[in-house]
């Protein structure tokens, strides 16, 4: 039995077997792959087709891979995304070379070395008082620029009715938002020490992540299959936080944006989240996570697979596993295939899994390892699974 | 003698202590202040109060008991105390027991758990010169020659950046300096097997177990 990508997308969330598993690839910044990558995937195959960036923001780094590209890597899924308004992109398109890139919120990049941005532009830095945050000059969400194609392009991909629609809209995660205005040690500290302030920032910031949702969510209408959001809250080895303050001051958070968003779409919501989450996966679950991506399989409790799988699996999606640490960028193409072959066997039985790389495919994963993991994925993935 | 009383001196140390390891910079520093006032050494403050919370707190981190916001916290509050005391420290009679020369490599800005690391060092007796993010190769080969450090420390945390730390390496042996320090490494995706692939002498996956192996592959003894 053969499916179309996007009723094996939508069996799969339906926790049953497709005809094989999903490819998630190059949709979305955490999902996608970086421009030099891109460009060599490319060149391996023989596609010629225009360089585009995600969000049109080439200080990102990461491709609008061609309709071409997509197919060959077999991605199940089509992205929709905002954009910053148009006066901020072309204030930035008009800025001075190597210049600090400043987006909607104040917040912003710096060039590290010639074409490395690293988010260090940060203006609430200071902050450690409610007053600062309510006289700060916030984003306007109404703009109808940010959304002015969306509405199009997910009818588009509707109608043709091949592809799982996968809608991220950008800069929307809360906790991140609060890192980039402040610094990540900074806000983290003062979620210890001035919980009020800390807690009254990431309200605040999801009171303009739902602003611009909503316009998002009504442009998209029922054209939309998944919604992706999220904030990253593992390390390598751990969390970010105690489960104690996520609970407290971070959970409330996600879990009032979630149900917002539920009550406006009947899309799946996916939730981003890096590194070692395993304390919390009970938490998403019950805050109405569909999909958990992206199972950083080399960090703490989450390469512990067979567990995931036994303890959430029915409650829950996988999406990700590739590991982006060592297998993808350093390791051989057989061993990318091995390893495709391992997350296959321990997360895919019974449906349940999206494939995809734990991590943006960052400039130094070869080509030929990308199409390692996607010729593994066609030879290893058919349903029933061969165990 | 000093001044304080024994009872007075002890409630200083303790006082420290538990502000430190309760990340409250204010409580530390007063308590720091009045330590001073009531002439209590600085060695005495730092060792006998502040160093013992930090080790504290280095044991609830791996205990899985504090996480970032508090161990950020501590740090903090240690910082501020010891930016009362160390001009203090300079005069006194005991000598650092090792100078450590840090960085996070070119391309990478990363700076938490460079600093975390700086912070426990630094509480262990260590001198630490910090060169920041972004540290090109010959910046790490021109503070060994002006620093003449004991070790020197490099932190990625990218899979595009690690590769630099055995450019690193690469480029202090070229300038003949490898022999004259001990190079440690640490960053979220590296391990054991990567620090020897690259030559390092060591690898740390955290800031407790950094200042430990520090004074481990230097030889000195607690």
């Known amino acids: ?387 | 003698m000093n001044g304080a009383t024994l009872s007075s001196r002890e409630d200083i140390l303790a006082r420290i202590h538990d502000c430190v390891l309760d990340g409250d910079p204010t409580g530390a520093t007063e308590g720091t202040r009045a330590g001073l006032e009531a002439d209590i050494e600085a060695m005495a403050l730092v060792y006998e109060s502040m160093v013992p919370a930090l080790r504290e707190v280095g044991r609830r981190f791996e205990a899985g008991e504090y996480f970032l916001p508090e161990m950020l916290m501590s740090a903090n509050a240690m910082q501020a105390c010891m930016d009362l005391v160390r001009p203090l420290l300079a005069d006194s009679a005991r000598k650092p027991i090792g100078t450590f020369v840090m960085g996070t490599v070119a391309g990478d800005i990363h700076d938490i758990g460079k600093n975390l690391c700086n912070a426990m060092l630094e509480s262990t007796g260590f001198k630490v010169i910090d060169l920041g993010v972004n540290v090109p190769a010959d910046a790490f080969v021109e503070a060994i020659t002006a620093h003449e450090p004991d070790a020197v420390g490099m932190s990625a945390f990218l899979t595009t950046t690690m590769r630099e730390i055995g450019r690193n390496i690469g480029a202090i042996e070229d300038a003949g300096l490898r022999d004259r320090v001990k190079i440690l490494v640490g960053g979220a995706l590296l391990d054991q097997a990567y620090a020897d692939e690259v030559g390092a002498d060591g690898y740390a996956p955290d800031a407790n177990s950094a200042a430990r192996l520090t004074k481990e592959v230097l030889g000195i003894d607690d």
Request: net charge negative.
């Open chain 1, 1 to 387: 039995m053969s499916m179309t990508p996007r009723e094996r997308v939508l069996a799969t969330i339906d926790h049953r077997e497709p005809d094989r598993v999903p490819i998630v690839l190059g949709v979305s910044n955490a999902t996608g792959i970086k421009m030099r990558t891109y460009r060599e995937i490319k060149q391996l195959v023989g596609i010629v087709a225009e360089d585009r960036y995600l969000y049109d923001w080439p200080e990102l780094g990461t491709a609008d891979p061609d309709e071409a590209t997509l197919q060959r890597l077999g991605t199940d899924v089509r992205g929709v995304w905002d954009l910053e308004p148009d006066w901020v992109l072309e204030r930035n398109r008009a800025r001075e070379p190597h210049s600090d890139y400043i987006n909607s919120w104040g917040s912003g990049a710096k060039e590290i070395t010639p074409g490395e941005w690293f988010p260090m532009v940060e203006p609430l830095k200071a902050a450690t008082s409610i007053a600062e945050i309510e006289d700060y000059p916030w984003p306007d969400m109404h703009d109808p620029t940010r959304v002015a194609h969306v509405g199009e392009r997910a009818a588009r991909l509707a109608l043709e009715n091949q592809y799982a629609i996968m809608a991220t809209p950008w800069l929307l995660f809360p906790l991140e938002r609060a890192f980039a205005m402040q610094g990540m040690d900074t806000f983290l500290m003062n979620m210890a020490m001035y919980p009020d302030f800390a807690e009254a920032l990431l309200w605040r910031i999801e009171e303009l992540c739902k602003e611009l949702m909503l316009h998002f969510l009504e442009e998209l209408g029922d054209n939309v299959d998944i919604i992706k959001i999220g904030d990253d809250l593992g390390t390598q080895e751990s969390l970010l936080m105690s489960p104690a303050m996520y609970r407290q001051m971070l959970k409330p958070v996600h879990a009032d944006y979630i149900q917002f968003i539920k009550q406006h779409t009947r899309a799946q919501v996916m939730f981003h989240t890096d590194g070692d989450v395993f304390p919390l996966i009970d938490d998403f679950i019950e805050m109405g996570v569909d999909i958990l991506n992206p199972i950083q399989t080399s960090a703490g409790k989450m390469s512990n697979l067979t567990e995931l799988k036994q303890r959430f699996g029915d409650d829950i999606i996988f999406c990700g596993g590739m590991d982006t640490a060592r297998v993808l960028p350093q390791g051989t193409p057989e061993e990318v295939r091995q390893e495709t072959r391992r997350i296959i066997e321990a997360l895919g039985q019974d449906g349940g899994l999206m494939i995809g790389a734990v991590h943006t495919v960052m400039n130094d994963v070869p080509a030929e390892n990308v199409l390692a993991m996607v010729d593994a994925v066609e030879e290893f993935g058919h349903y029933p699974l061969e165990l």
